[in-house]
């Protein structure tokens, strides 16, 4: 097969979807590769390292997406890709197509097979392809959130982890998933106070053994309310497969936060877990509500693109290469990935989406 990979289009995104070994691997399988020209230079991958292995270099994204069958890349495509792809592409990456009816009707117009990163599941209802970009945004989170609670970047001027004859910042953080595990457990290691919800038992137990300052509660609405009005940082990791998320944090909450707090969505590719969410990007990635900063970003791992293209070029590169064999769609791990087909939505999570 003719595989392509194309430069992101987003917003500041630096991410490649698939590395030069991983392409090398894919050669070896029999597989032609393509990369669109300068696609690797923002994670440290110039064209040579790729043409080395036995890619070849497309000298735009017409020439790419003109040659290529199936087009594999990090985030979905927006209205410069939409142009170049065709009926006859299968299209390989995240989708988030539950808060995005525009994109859903585009994609359906052009009638190709889409297959969404976020979507796919493995028989004990992991999600391999959507789990490292979750650590990174995780990390990023909590990281982010304490450099915007710095009072030139308009916080309350709060140092998170306090020291001697200071009291300790708090965060809370929505979700003990993978991104909300990650970001609750860097923000325990800096000494901070952490208060974690969940409604899965176990991860509520699991999250109790990530430090004594962290508190594992079950995600009551006025339980919520409750550590949200005192919080310094809050994290919104709350994740429905392939759904909508849906408003844990609402604007009353945000209301009831002191001046210069700080909201970080990662669930915003998703539509956003705060009723005052909406997307932005690296480039303006914050906004304030009654008082409090709001940072929305998209593509967060984007911003750190050496890492993040070596974690998702791993653990797609085996989906990849099952997608590539002509009887993929006997896969059944591959076909939960499988969102929209020939002008039609696929996903039960998607079917009932206004459009």
């Known amino acids: 097969m003719r595989i392509g990979v194309p430069s992101e289009t987003k917003t500041l995104e630096g991410r490649v979807a698939l590395v030069p070994a991983a392409c090398a691997d894919l050669i070896r399988h029999g597989h ?26 497309a000298k735009d994204a017409a020439a790419l997406y003109g040659k290529a069958e199936m087009i594999v890349k990090v985030k979905e495509p927006i209205e410069g890709d939409l142009k170049l792809l065709e009926k006859r592409h299968l299209l390989f990456c995240y989708l988030h197509l539950a808060p995005d009816p525009k994109l859903t009707k585009a994609l359906l117009k052009i009638g190709l097979t889409g297959v969404a990163f976020e979507s796919v ?18 990390k990023l989170a909590t990281q982010v959130g304490t450099t915007l609670l710095h009072q030139p970047h308009g916080g309350k001027g709060k140092l998170l982890g306090g020291l001697a004859a200071t ?28 208060v974690v919800f969940d409604k899965r038992p176990d991860r509520l137990a699991q999250a109790r053994g990530w430090g004594d300052n962290v508190t594992a509660l079950y995600a009551y609405e006025s339980a919520v309310a409750e550590e949200v009005a005192t919080a310094d940082l809050v994290v919104g990791a709350v994740l429905v497969p392939s759904a909508r998320a849906p408003h844990v944090v609402t604007r009353k909450m945000v209301k009831s936060m002191e001046k210069g707090s700080v909201l970080v969505d990662i669930s915003i590719d998703q539509g956003g877990c ?8 690296w480039k303006d990635p914050t ?69």
């Open 32 to 57: 032609e590769v393509y990369l669109q020209s300068g696609a690797g230079e923002k994670s440290g991958f110039a064209n040579e390292r790729y043409t080395r292995v036995g890619v070849k270099i």
């Open 121 to 138: 599941q493995e028989v004990d209802g992991s999600l391999p392809l959507l789990t490292p970009m979750s650590v990174v945004a995780g």
């Open 167 to 194: 009291e300790r910042g708090k965060v809370v953080v929505l979700g003990a998933g993978v991104a909300g595990g990650n970001a609750a457990k860097l923000a325990a290691r800096g000494g901070v106070n952490v």
């Open 274 to 281: 705060f009723e005052t969410s909406k997307p932005t990007t």
């Open 287 to 355: 906004y304030v509500v009654d008082g409090v900063t709001h940072f929305c970003v998209t593509n967060m791992p984007g911003a750190v693109p050496q890492t993040s293209s070596q974690a998702i070029s791993a653990a797609i590169l085996p989906y990849v290469t099952r997608l590539a064999q002509k009887n993929w769609r006997k896969d059944a791990i591959l076909a939960s990935g499988l969102n929209v087909d020939g002008g039609e939505i696929v996903h039960p999570a998607l079917k009932g989406m206004k459009l």
